[in-house]
């Protein structure tokens, strides 16, 4: 059963992405050369991660803009949820930010950059009042609050917000908070601290998956769309098989297995980036 309230924030959130063109407010908290910092929230002890870098694509890639992006901007421009909204960036939530996918044997999660806590705040207050989710829970390292009548959280500090989805269900309100505690804890050491994701970084790839089930050699995967057509892979060799492995992990985030090889590169822009958006789907169901 999907809960239409929060089917309406996640498409809302993700369609303020693609549609926006006001710059991305630059998320320095920590002090690392990557491409983006977004990642410095992600626990170490993942066992799947995805960053899909959304305003590098913008930036680099030359060619037709993702259809599945389309249908967000449409159904965003649809949707009453922001009708109170009189501009794009009212609810604080950064435009063109990176999206990141990951998870750990007890939740799902997927981060956006802020580029106001204040305005964010506001937003949810406003959620709250109009009956989408309880009120507001103030942490000393962060704030969340909880969609009525789900497992679903939004959590939000050092200018990134989490949405996470538990896996079991009635989850007391410790095990909540001791997930949210381990993405939120500032530390400096998590998976942005591993030199196989800072080599990615540096060389300009625009996705990157990790499954820390892979080979060790094949932990860290990363897709390049301006090299070759159909895509250029780092961490893996250009065999069909391997392709296909990483399409299936990628696919697996939306609860999909069906992968097409033979994508070329704006099929395959398009395929990352309408998994990475159908993950919001899922969560917006009980």
Known sequence: MVDKGFRRIAIGMSAIVALTSISVGVYLYFNFKSRSSLPVIVPANVSKF?????????????GKSPAFLDSITTWFAKSP?????TEAAQPGIALYSDLIYFENPDAQFLALSLTSESRFSSFLDSLAKRGFTHNQIRKEKYNYIQIRDTSIYIAYKFKAVVFMKIKSTNAPVEKVEA????????KTDGLIANKELQNLYNNNAHF???NAQNPPKQKFIGANFLQSDPFALENVTTSPENKKQMLQEVASI?????????????????FLFE????????????
């Open 81 to 85: 949820y922001f009708d109170f909204c």
């Open 50 to 62: 995805a960053q899909f870098q959304t305003r590098k694509i913008r930036d680099n890639y030359k």
């Open 254 to 270: 939306s609860g999909k297995t069906e992968v097409n090889v033979n994508m070329n590169a704006p099929e395959t822009l398009n």
């Open 275 to 286: 998994n990475a958006f159908g993950f919001l789907k899922t969560i917006s169901k009980k």
């Open 208 to 210: 990157i998956f990790y």
């Open 179 to 186: 997930l949210l505690a381990e993405v939120f804890s500032g």
